[in-house]
């Protein structure tokens, strides 16, 4: 690992990455992350109960959504060619687990592109049931493995 900032010139001023020498690769990333939710409130979603419809569904296109804008979200981000963007949401027992596994064949990785994917994702779920939990948290967005790309493989200890 470097401990070089990539995104930093020599004069300590923020740029976008020269990415026009890297080779194109295949790449992947996947990220998670949870939205809290109390018992009452899953229940509302998992028998589609909520007056704004149907909270999983909007929440995953939400995500898809966000990972094909992340260049525009993220000041330094290279816009990439999306070849797969992937959300799974799941309802554990203190809320909703979402997931999102974004791919690309390009110069540059696709981790930014998956945890906000993750990100939108976890928002929308909060705003689909704010009205009836506005206790509901989001936590634990985090990246759990990437592939490809001079940087090699990363794959998130098991916790």
Do not use: W
Request: aromatic share 2%; hydrophobic share 40%.
């Amino acid at each position: 690992m470097s401990d070089k900032l990539t995104h930093v010139d020599t004069d300590g001023r923020a740029h976008m990455v020269d990415v026009s020498d890297k080779s194109s690769s295949q790449r992947l990333a996947r990220a998670r992350g949870f939205v809290h939710l109390s018992a009452a409130t899953l229940a509302v979603i998992h028998e589609g109960r909520n007056n704004k419809g149907d909270v999983l569904s909007v929440a995953e296109l939400a995500g898809i959504m966000g990972a094909k804008k992340t260049s525009e979200l993220i000041p330094l981000c290279h816009p990439l060619p999306l070849t797969k963007v992937k959300l799974a949401l799941t309802a554990q027992e203190t809320g909703i687990e979402v997931e999102a596994t974004v791919g690309c064949h390009g110069v540059t990785g696709v981790e930014m592109e998956a945890l906000t994917a993750v990100s939108v994702a976890c928002l929308t779920v909060y705003d689909m049931v704010k009205a009836i939990e506005k206790s509901a948290s989001i936590g634990s967005i985090e990246l759990i493995e990437k592939t490809g790309g001079k940087s090699g493989d990363y794959l998130r200890d098991a916790t």
